[in-house]
């Protein structure tokens, strides 16, 4: 037995779902619509957890074949076998509406691999009354995801107010020296607040993976 | 009731403790070493938790006189009141000896503030033989933390093996294209294993703190 | 009549006061103190405002055989003939401790061409509650000075609070991704809150400076 | 009281206007145009000032069915209820025919905000005896924005002549080595002319905010 | 006798095959298809070897009116004159199956120069038992091609496996913090595993180019 | 007499002639035909040399009606009263045939204001035998325009064969690791052979600029 | 057996030698001495190849102490049982003076791991003759190592004029726009000389481990 | 006849003098005392022109047992048999009295190699008048050299206002966002200036070769 299922185009990993609690997830850019078809079907038929597209445009996703999935239009997420919602709370908490399609992305998966989530948009430092009243969100939440793009200035200010995890998104929202999001992932790598920790820009996925791992070492039988 | 003591000097916030379950931990670079001093004091006179300086050179350590303190030389670290090791295991793995120095910061503020530690030293990729064989350590840990320069590929490596979270620390080891660590920071935030979390270069201060906050979220009561 | 008065080694802009309100500003990086001396005595002998030279190291300073001049070393600055107290008020907010050398610049420059002002240290974000118990300060200030390395995210929190113009000074606190305050800079440009402006990187100079234009356009009358 | 509309979408800044003298300002990207809609017509409802749509083109304005909105197509903004012009003179000075959208975004963004404007076209540094005839309009303006693409030095040549705040805007005017705009950013941020503050690369919105947070200084009674 | 042909738009180096083993091959972009078909005409009638044209499109390939090309669409490839498979195997390795049309290009212009191909695809080390199930393609291979983009770290893991040459081709997969292809390749450029050599980012074509010149090399007699 | 006409959306200025031996070119981009226009016409009626509009596509030139231009396609190019061809021989090298485009542009231009011009293509390093054979033409210039872009390696080539002036122009031909041309750019800043100049990415324009300066001070009395 | 001996500070990979052909090489810097002689101990013990120590500072090797090791000042290596010359030839060139550290350190490290080697200096394209009077050196070479900073040039050139394989070293020789060698990097990788490959800056023991990969696969028996 | 001498640590280029005017300039960065003693000796037997050495230290100067050379210290430049004054006037422009070491370089060289040289110090555009005061010196030279740091903009208004070559050097002075001279680099290659051409930051050496090609091209019989 080695693991994987080699298709010729793809080696998909059918042991990853023993190993880490959750199949492989399809990065579609680069990929044949017939080759995610091929992966998702495989995923499908060798495990039994939420198979998962990310980053699939609409047209692309229409000419995927496999039966029994969901498309998220703003996340750009199919989904087949999504799961239930457990007992890990995520907050995800957006600087602005601009930073949306980002987290967007971070709730659909989250959502698909069984956490619990609650969103809490337009929160960003500008006017920090804003977040204050979100303290109940934020207070109730096993983890936040921060969503931010232009300065990325909410991952330090929410930071600096919970005790949970923090797991900080960079968008590329913003133009000229926002670099396309660079600043914002420079910023949040550098924030004042302690124990914060960054994922690629524009990644909700990333970030919602990164929860994912939580919610599993949260669920360990002690 | 502010939530901080003003001495002129700093703001000590002294409501951090209860907001977030440790004092503020005191950064010295820029600091004199008695506001260092101030500043210890006021926290262990205002709180009931554990006590820590960062990055302080054991000259400027040596003039810091509050009673009390443990230094750390190679972790460049000070310490009051270090708290219990608690039930919450983190793995710190580093890919070289040379990553040693910020692993050692990793692992000396992660026993001060009560988390159990655990460390692999030297399983960089190049001979990935020796990282398999730490199967077992990686595998009981609650959380692991990834020290590794260059090009940070151990970061890729132990996110493919592990369930559970894994916060990279990229690290200055290197010459040339390894640019002072920035190509191990992007390296780690474009990691092919999905959900790993980042943070600053050479920080194995922040990759503790993401831990504790982690190890919060695991304790808390359900 | 020229403007100037050629030393050789420098033209020195003797219009400058008539022009801008004040002399010119001496950077000293570069000159001999042979040089510095040269060009404050010519700026002395031809106008009456204030004479600063910036950048001055302690043991440059003691070189410059100038009577009349005062040494302000952590702002390492040498003034001669400072201006009194005007009625422009402006708050200079840190966010660390560590901020302090270059907020020391921007205070000691203020000072000496005549604006009032006021320090608040220590208010980072990490801790909101201490730049919201600030709104006194802020609130009476003609102009914000706001300092602040690493994320820089204080200038888009005072940002958000005041009406005032708010002059951001991003610094090179920090270190890793903090890449020498450029992130601060990157950062502070793309602030969500709006009518931010920036300087320099470690430019309190350039900060107090461009308080002075304020200053100066609120005393034109009207 | 939250000082807030929770639209879901968005959290309108309601408190804004009597926070900093203007209702919070719409950035069009990344939103919808009944999003837009919904926030512009809450900003009228809850207050009194300008309310403003920035980076909106044309086609998606001609989608926001709110009465009474003016569009400006080459600043690309949306207004309502447009400010009286006040007695604070702001003067825009660009270097080039190619800066003009930028330049167009801060004098429409100034005039809705009220704000008296003049503008002063094509004085770039080639032919600097341009710059030299527009003296007049540089010493009435109690404000001038520089806007200036390629390397920028017509803010260094303009804060050189003129006491009063100058704001640079840098613009993405040029090509190679102009990088999209970062080296008109970084020569103005390192301008020998002393006081220069600057705003990110093409916001003609954020010039025209520094001025407005300017004109609200001189106006406070004293 | 020149050792070029002189066709007012080029200089063809018809010197090259006696010189270097191949004739020229000829980079499309920015080239005219008529341009194009010349140079090719010209190279088959003073050569022998075979002729390619690289990083051409399916529309420009259609309009080379010279007889006897084949097109490689995935590869961008047009090839005359196909060498023979001779006894140098190369082993092409992907990290992922987005990498595949830079591997595409690494795989046809090696075989079409007289290289043998063996073609391992989406081993990255995500799940490192798939790169490990490789072992006898890497162990028979003369040298191996490893192409990866992201954080690149498949070169490291190959790398410190085999005893071959390893010709590192970063790709631009992925996004934002991949930096089109900038992290791989510096990623690469500071392996951990000793004496890997890396070709410009996409540069499939650059190393199964150097293949060749390690192919020469062991041809030559001793 | 104020040197320069203003047509309201720009400040022509008529004195360059004089001054600089050449009228002002206009930078077609970010202008509307009928600005360019105006500016052309009153370039015309002012003064009597050659008249040239830069960076204009296709379309944009067939809209300016002005009569006598002549268009350069390649070249972007439009021209009124071209000078005759003058003593100054400029030879312009180009590395391969992508770097044409740019080529055309400074052979275009530099005819255009009176050089004599004389190409040599292709001749890059790799066949380093294409450029000895063109040692003729190289000798017989006053002047050599080096046109390159990847690694820019022919203007250290050239630098180190002819005495004359070399004006080194990057291109931004290559792809991955050349970086638009700033790789090129860089290069030739930092060429080995001494004396070298270099102007900006893709500038063609700028290096026949810099020729007729050099043309000038050949051709003043002495 | 595992492959490996832990010493607590480093996992000592001693299935190298029989993996790839040589033990594990000891890179320095941030090692304690006491800590590279118990590796380096390890080493000797468990295989039979030559055990080498990179950038090791002269002071440093003075302290460790393991009997048989030979110390290269410039080469800054030292080299325990180093292997007789082999059939493999390679010619390590530079461009000039300045470049020898590094290409000392490519030659200590050939010719310890069994490389024959032969240098040729001070060739860089600014006198390109003296490049071709090296043609012998060159042609008899199984591989060559270029080593050159500034615009690495000499990389270009040299991989136009031999058929075997072109290790291109960038140095960190030259200043300013040089960029520490990132420019020789970023040249050298864009080169319009097919099949070149590249290694980090600085690193002479990369170039000549890459030769030793090529020996290898020219040694084995077909 | 091979054209050069080879002294085993350097290829001397004995043919450079009959080929470009003037000896090999020596580089000593990174060269032994006796090294360039060795050169020197062997350029000055060889040939009759000027021998230089750029960038020795006092102290390595004080080394090179050559009779005969005179040491420039602020230029760092030792030189034997320095060519008369001709007839090619340069007039070497700085914008700052902090960017003199540089232009020492320019000048030394310059007068040196056979040049007329014409200083004008601190001439930036803070205070134009200094500039316009100095068009006596502009218009007599032959060329212009800018030395300018921070921004540079001297070179742009420089470059409006004289007819002939106008040879920027940017300068490393200033700090934080300056980018050790990497924005004056930027700025001098996008100047609005048409005809600037730009060296390498801080090569004054490089602005005065420039020079020397040009005085050559103007002495050449017509």
Excluded at 108 to 126: K, M, P, W, Y
């Amino acid at each position: 037995m080695t693991g994987f299922t080699d298709l010729g185009y793809a080696r998909v990993d059918t042991d990853r779902e023993s190993r880490q609690g959750l199949p492989e997830v399809v990065y579609a850019p680069g990929k044949q619509p017939a080759e995610i078809a091929g992966i998702v079907a495989e995923l499908l038929a060798r495990g039994t957890g939420p198979v998962l597209v990310t980053r699939v445009e609409a047209d692309v996703a229409a000419e995927i074949a496999v039966p029994g999935g969901t498309y998220h239009e703003t996340a750009r997420l199919l989904v087949w076998r999504p799961a239930a919602a457990g007992a890990f709370r995520v907050c995800i908490a957006t600087a602005g509406t601009s930073d949306w399609p980002v987290a967007a992305e971070a709730e659909a998966v989250a959502a698909a691999i069984g956490l619990s989530t609650e969103v809490v948009r337009d929160v960003g430092v500008a006017g920090i009354h804003r977040l204050l009243a979100a303290r109940g969100e934020l207070d109730r939440a096993d983890a936040v995801i921060v969503v931010a793009g232009m300065e990325g200035a909410l991952a330090s200010a929410v930071g600096g107010l919970v005790a949970c995890p923090v797991i900080a998104v960079p968008t590329s929202t913003g133009y000229g020296a926002a670099l396309e999001g660079v600043t914002a992932l420079l910023a949040m790598l550098t924030s004042c607040a302690a124990g914060l920790t960054v994922v690629n820009i524009d990644s909700g996925f990333g970030a919602a993976m990164a929860a994912h791992r939580l919610a599993q070492v949260v669920a360990k039988p002690r």
